[in-house]
């Protein structure tokens, strides 16, 4: 117990000093991404095409403090952010706080559905891969698995698109709810029907790293000493699987799963986009595009503490579990 509660100790502070750094540098690359965007801020807020003077322009410049030079407004949303402020968002006119809250419960709900259905399939297909070594069921998942490693998210999700919603109108083309009724309307059903479509196509992306994994996994368990015993024995390929196969190879799966955090947030940008599914990521395309500073920069604060808790789960099982790794390497 003692020996654990270290482990917890040398991960706690040191994580909590990365993931200040990790939050400071995140502000300053992101904040100079939109500097060099070749977007105007302005024209995005009044239109490109719009009949606007110069004054009106500089008007609405200095209202939301477009005409301060690029250091002084760093400067100042940093100071805003220190006190709770993230500022006001040029593109939906509300808070970027509440533009987070309101867009967040979709997005997580999103993929906290793709990220269990991630998990299960890639484990159950990892175990099937590595019992069946090169029969044909083996090279079959391993072929769909780098099928899927090579092909682009966009990519997937327009096909399913094009298959289950249009040919077949199975379910919706896109949005979280259907069009025209409000959100106290919108049944628990219709909602988890709009959810379907984009939670399976961000599931399926994260399947083939979980899925090559335990596969390996489950061939170095296989040919240990203590299950060719167990063979020797008589034990059935099922019951050496399910009493000692599923115990050493889940620990990893489950840690690999909780490291894919940054994948599957970046999965569902482009997956939201297909789908017209209004979270955080459909969010940040439209900052991007439009030169929402305040938006942008608090849409990447959340999605860095988002990966960074993913990692330090990670870290944290794997200490708990085997704290002679953490001994062996203190800084990793």
Same mark, same amino acid.
């Given at each position: 117990?003692?020996?654990?509660?270290?482990?917890?100790?040398?991960?706690?502070?040191?994580?909590?000093?990365?993931?200040?750094?990790?939050?400071?540098?995140?502000?300053?690359?992101?904040?100079?991404?939109?500097?060099?965007?070749?977007?105007?801020?302005?024209?995005?807020?009044?239109?490109?095409?719009?009949?606007?003077?110069?004054?009106?322009?500089?008007?609405?410049?200095?209202?939301?403090?477009?005409?301060?030079?690029?250091?002084?407004?760093?400067?100042?949303?940093?100071?805003?952010?220190?006190?709770?402020?993230?500022?006001?968002?040029?593109?939906?006119?509300?808070?970027?706080?509440?533009?987070?809250?309101?867009?967040?419960?979709?997005?997580?709900?999103?993929?906290?559905?793709?990220?269990?259905?991630?998990?299960?399939?890639?484990?159950?297909?990892?175990?099937?891969?590595?019992?069946?070594?090169?029969?044909?069921?083996?090279?079959?998942?391993?072929?769909?698995?780098?099928?899927?490693?090579?092909?682009?998210?966009?990519?997937?999700?327009?096909?399913?698109?094009?298959?289950?919603?249009?040919?077949?109108?199975?379910?919706?083309?896109?949005?979280?709810?259907?069009?025209?009724?409000?959100?106290?309307?919108?049944?628990?059903?219709?909602?988890?029907?709009?959810?379907?479509?984009?939670?399976?196509?961000?599931?399926?992306?994260?399947?083939?790293?979980?899925?090559?994994?335990?596969?390996?996994?489950?061939?170095?368990?296989?040919?240990?000493?203590?299950?060719?015993?167990?063979?020797?024995?008589?034990?059935?390929?099922?019951?050496?699987?399910?009493?000692?196969?599923?115990?050493?190879?889940?620990?990893?799966?489950?840690?690999?799963?909780?490291?894919?955090?940054?994948? =599957? *947030?970046? #999965?569902?940008? /482009?997956?939201?986009? $297909? &789908?017209?599914?209004? %979270?955080?990521?459909? !969010?940040?395309?439209?900052?991007?595009?439009?030169?929402?500073?305040? =938006? *942008?920069? #608090?849409?990447? /604060?959340?999605?860095? $503490? &988002?990966?960074?808790? %993913?990692?330090?789960? !990670?870290?944290?099982?794997?200490?708990?579990?085997?704290?002679?790794?953490?001994?062996?390497?203190?800084?990793?």
């Amino acid at each position: 117990m003692r020996e654990r509660n270290k482990v917890l100790q040398k991960l706690i502070w040191p994580s909590f000093l990365r993931m200040i750094t990790l939050l400071i540098a995140m502000s300053v690359i992101a904040f100079a991404l939109v500097m060099a965007s070749p977007v105007d801020p302005i024209d995005a807020f009044v239109g490109s095409e719009s009949n606007v003077s110069q004054e009106q322009r500089d008007n609405v410049a200095r209202y939301w403090g477009l005409d301060k030079p690029p250091v002084e407004r760093f400067l100042t949303w940093a100071g805003n952010v220190l006190q709770g402020d993230m500022g006001i968002s040029t593109t939906y006119r509300l808070p970027v706080t509440q533009v987070i809250g309101e867009r967040v419960k979709a997005s997580l709900a999103l993929m906290g559905v793709a990220w269990v259905l991630s998990g299960i399939l890639g484990f159950v297909l990892g175990i099937l891969a590595g019992v069946n070594r090169g029969k044909l069921m083996d090279r079959f998942i391993k072929t769909f698995c780098l099928a899927l490693s090579s092909a682009p998210t966009f990519w997937i999700g327009l096909l399913i698109l094009m298959v289950f919603a249009v040919n077949l109108q199975w379910f919706p083309i896109g949005l979280a709810a259907p069009i025209g009724r409000l959100a106290s309307e919108v049944t628990l059903w219709e909602r988890i029907h709009h959810l379907i479509l984009p939670a399976f196509t961000l599931s399926i992306i994260g399947v083939a790293n979980i899925a090559l994994h335990t596969r390996q996994k489950m061939i170095d368990v296989l040919e240990s000493e203590y299950v060719l015993f167990a063979k020797a024995r008589g034990e059935s390929t099922y019951s050496i699987v399910k009493r000692h196969g599923i115990r050493n190879i889940m620990l990893p799966a489950i840690t690999l799963q909780f490291a894919s955090f940054s994948e =599957l *947030f970046g #999965g569902s940008v /482009l997956a939201e986009q $297909v &789908f017209t599914y209004p %979270g955080l990521g459909n !969010a940040v395309t439209q900052a991007g595009l439009r030169g929402d500073v305040p =938006l *942008f920069l #608090g849409i990447a /604060l959340f999605s860095a $503490v &988002f990966v960074f808790a %993913g990692n330090f789960i !990670a870290n944290l099982i794997y200490g708990i579990v085997d704290p002679h790794i953490k001994e062996a390497n203190p800084h990793g």
